[in-house]
C-alpha cells in the first residue's frame, strides 16, 4: 500500500483557468493581493485559509468548495493511518479489541 499524504489536491487553477479568472481580478474581487493569488493558485495541496477566504473565493468564482478540491484515496482506496485523525485511529482500535473481546466470550460460552 502506498502512503501518500497528499489525499487531497487544491484546484484553483483548474477552476480559475476554466472560468477565465486572471490572478488580478480574483485579487480585487476577495481583498487580497495578486502574489498572495498566485501563491494559493501554484499549488496543488489544500492551502490553510480561513472560512471566510474560501466563502469569498466561492463567491467570486461562483461555485461550490466541492469544486476547488478533489479526494484521491491511496490504491487501495483506503486513507493512509497517518492521514486520519487521531480520534478515528482510536475508535478503530477500541473497535477492534470490543470485536476480538466478543469472539473470546463467544469461544468460553461455546467450550
Not at 480574483?26 to 495578486?34: F, K, P, R, S, V
Not at 496543488?44 to 473565493?57: E, F, G, Q, T
Not at 467570486?60 to 486520519?84: M, S, T
Request: positive net charge; aromatic residues 4%.
Amino acid at each position: 500500500m502506498t502512503m501518500d499524504k497528499r489525499v487531497i489536491r487544491w484546484k484553483l487553477h483548474e477552476v480559475m483557468a476554466q472560468n477565465r479568472v486572471r490572478n488580478k481580478d480574483l485579487a480585487e474581487g476577495i481583498g487580497i493581493t495578486e502574489t498572495s493569488v498566485y501563491r494559493l493558485r501554484k499549488t496543488d495541496v489544500m492551502p490553510r485559509m480561513s472560512p471566510d477566504r474560501l466563502n469569498a473565493i466561492c463567491q467570486f468564482l461562483d461555485c461550490q468548495p466541492g469544486d476547488l478540491l478533489v479526494y484521491i484515496p491511496d490504491q487501495d482506496g483506503e486513507i493512509a493511518k497517518e492521514n486520519k485523525p487521531k480520534q478515528t485511529q482510536q475508535i478503530t482500535a477500541k473497535k477492534g479489541q470490543v470485536s476480538q473481546n466478543i469472539q473470546e466470550e463467544a469461544k468460553d460460552i461455546a467450550a
